[in-house]
């Protein structure tokens, strides 16, 4: 199988760029037998302190501690350790900045391992499933508007109000809390099939396309993908435009292996994708780092 990445983004129109992400290295044989490939995204709180800081704190802490995973150690508990260390990282930063309780980021973290996507995910960037056409978000947000929707279905409130309540998108839980009350997780590996696009995103991005457009970016090649999103946030020209990230992870089976999958002989084994020497961990904040011949 073959794991093609790629990725874009940009400051939109704001002042700072917010937004972080980094990809494990693709070419490390021995990381991906048991790790498999990592992709991780984050978006600082402009409304706390140091967003930008803490988006890439978070990030490079939760790459960090997932690439010390043991080979015997399983993905989900890898994905787990890493992820506290994550909010712990952030949490100590937020002291050593003085701004305790006042800096925060969201997260993304994707693994595609043998085969199967593994994620975790905390506040409002989204992982999206992209399958033959089709956009599915895996996962929920951790925002105010939860707790409006279960008042609307308990009758207290009408859903006008809720959908119309001017804090309905702030931020219930986010990484840089002294502990985490909620982590949006699948509890089964999602087995992937031929052609699946993994999209993981910034609100930038589906705060603003819909739901069609973005599937209809991600029928390019990966790398063309994420540009496309970009470019079609941008081509809107929204007033105060948020940063945007899309970092997108190809699944495509060879030829090989999907001729085992279809008489049910496929063992678990790897073709490890190479962009001859272009993928490597790689840390964004203000611009792409990944470029791929020919993606």
């Known amino acids: 199988m073959d794991i093609i990445p790629g990725n874009a983004s940009h400051i939109g129109q704001r002042s700072q760029q917010q937004d972080a992400f980094a990809l494990s290295d693709f ?8 790790g498999g490939y990592l992709a991780v995204l984050a978006d600082g709180i402009g409304g706390l302190s140091n967003g930008a800081q803490a988006a890439n704190i978070a990030v490079t802490e939760m790459v960090t501690r997932y690439l010390n995973k043991s080979s015997v150690q399983s993905v989900d508990h890898a994905l787990d350790q890493a992820l506290d260390m994550a909010n712990q990282a952030v949490l100590d930063a937020g002291h050593w900045y003085d701004s305790f309780r ?8 994707a693994v595609i391992y043998q085969g199967h996507l593994y994620w975790r995910a905390v506040g409002d960037s989204h992982v999206y499933l992209c399958r033959d056409g089709r956009l599915s978000q895996l996962n929920a947000d951790h925002n105010y508007a939860r707790q409006l929707q279960a008042q609307v279905n308990e009758g207290l409130i009408s859903q006008d109000l809720a959908d119309r309540h001017p804090h309905r998108r702030a931020l219930e839980y986010y990484l840089g809390l002294p502990y985490l009350p909620e982590v ?22 589906d705060g603003v396309l819909s739901a069609a457009e973005i599937a209809a970016c991600l029928d390019n090649m990966p790398m063309r993908a994420a540009q496309c999103l970009c470019d079609a946030v941008l081509k809107k020209q929204q007033f105060g435009q948020d940063n945007l990230t899309a970092v997108v992870l190809g ?18 084994r790897w073709i490890i994708f190479s962009h001859a020497g272009w993928l490597m961990l790689a840390i964004h904040q203000c611009w792409s780092l990944l470029a791929a011949p020919g993606l």
């Open 251 to 268: 699944y495509r089976l060879n030829e090989v292996d999907a001729s085992r999958s279809l008489v049910g002989r496929l063992k678990n």
């Open 27 to 34: 070419n490390d044989e021995e990381f991906v037998a048991h």
């Open 184 to 205: 949006e997780r699948n509890l089964n590996p999602l087995a992937l099939r031929d052609n699946d696009r993994i999209l993981l995103c910034s609100d930038g991005i």
């Open 102 to 109: 006042d800096m925060g980021t969201t997260l993304v973290a």
